[in-house]
C-alpha cells in the first residue's frame, strides 16, 4: 500500500512531488480512514488543479480543503 501510495505522489511536478511526498511520510499514515480515502481521491486530480490550490491560486473544491491546508503546512 505504501509503496503504491508513494508511487501516486510522483506527478512529474517537482514542487508537487515534494509537497505529496512529504505528507505522506509525515502525516498520511496518522489520519483516519476518511481522510486517507481523500487523499487518495486528490490523487487522482489533475496536475494543474492540485498545483493551482497548493500554490493558493484557486481554491479547493470542499470536500479537500482541509487536506490541502494540511499538505502545504
Known sequence: ME????WQCRRG???????????????????DAD???????????PDQT???WVQGQEIPADEFKNIIINITQ
Not at 3 to 6: A, E, K, M, V
Not at 19 to 30: A, H
Not at 35 to 45: D, H, R, Y
Request: proline fraction near 0%; hydrophobic fraction near 55%; avoid cysteine.
Open 35 to 45: 481522510n486517507q480515502q481523500v487523499f487518495q481521491a486528490l490523487l487522482k486530480l
Open 50 to 52: 492540485l498545483l493551482s
Open 13 to 31: 511536478l517537482l514542487e508537487l512531488d515534494l509537497l505529496l511526498l512529504r505528507f505522506v511520510d509525515e502525516q498520511y499514515f496518522t489520519l
Open 3 to 6: 509503496r503504491r501510495l508513494r
